[in-house]
């Protein structure tokens, strides 16, 4: 059974149009994060929530937001996409922040921005 | 500095074949974790196997093995009998441990080593 779920598995968004990803877990894990992955590349951190408490990177761009309204689902809010931010992205959660704790993925949505 | 050395951007391996992926890190902790992770075409991230620092065993998950070799900062995947459906990227990550101050560390990735299996 699927342990971390994203919905949808593809998007397809037009540019300046709002849209929202969605994660959910069965896991019960106190952690969930949300990662950005371009081609050939590898994921790149955007931010977690560590129960309610949000984290952002520093890097992560005002267009993306989060929302995680319980401990089960987490979303990914992209205000105004652009071409650039076409991309997979990944959810992941993990029991905690610690060296030994595992992030566990789910299949990612594949963004596409027209 | 890079965190994460995966120096090998392509391997191919024979089907029924044992191939190692290679991974380098660099870090003063002591207490820091180790992963590696398979992303076949479909894009999904499918946890193999973790090594944790304090860990004396090498860790074995079914086909899978990591040679860890703490005082060379190493921690190579070994695939035994190879078979067409390991054919993926497969990313090297650490975590390294809590902060003093509090906070947390991010889980860093290496940049990944493309897999192709042949028959």
């Known amino acids: 059974d699927a342990m971390v779920i994203q919905n949808p598995r593809y998007q397809v968004t037009q540019f300046g149009k709002p849209v929202t990803l969605s994660c959910s877990q069965t896991?019960?894990?106190?952690?969930m994060y949300w990662y950005q992955q371009k081609s050939s590349q590898a994921p790149k951190l955007l931010f977690h929530?560590?129960?309610?408490?949000?984290?952002n990177e520093a890097d992560t761009p005002d267009n993306f937001q989060s929302r995680r309204p319980n401990t089960s689902f987490c979303f990914l809010d992209i205000r105004s996409p652009g071409l650039g931010d076409a991309a997979m992205y990944l959810c992941?959660?993990?029991?905690?922040?610690?060296?030994?704790?595992?992030?566990?993925f789910g299949p990612g949505t594949r963004l596409t921005v027209l | 500095a890079q965190k994460i050395t995966q120096t090998q951007p392509g391997m191919f391996v024979q089907e029924k074949e044992a191939v190692t992926l290679d991974c380098t890190y660099d870090t003063s902790d002591q207490s820091y974790g180790l992963f590696w992770y398979k992303q076949p075409s479909s894009g999904e991230m499918i946890f193999l196997i973790y090594q944790g620092s304090y860990d004396e065993q090498n860790a074995t998950e079914g086909r899978y093995s990591l040679n860890f070799q703490k005082a060379r900062k190493s921690a190579n995947l070994v695939i035994s009998a190879s078979q067409l459906g390991d054919s993926a990227m497969y990313f090297c990550a650490m975590r390294e441990g809590p902060l003093l101050q509090g906070g947390y560390n991010k889980l860093i990735f290496g940049a990944g080593t493309r897999l192709a299996v042949h028959p």
């Open positions: 992941a959660t993990s029991r905690d922040r610690g060296a030994r704790n595992t992030q566990y």
């Open positions: 929530y560590y129960d309610k408490d949000f984290n």
């Open positions: 896991l019960n894990h106190n952690v």
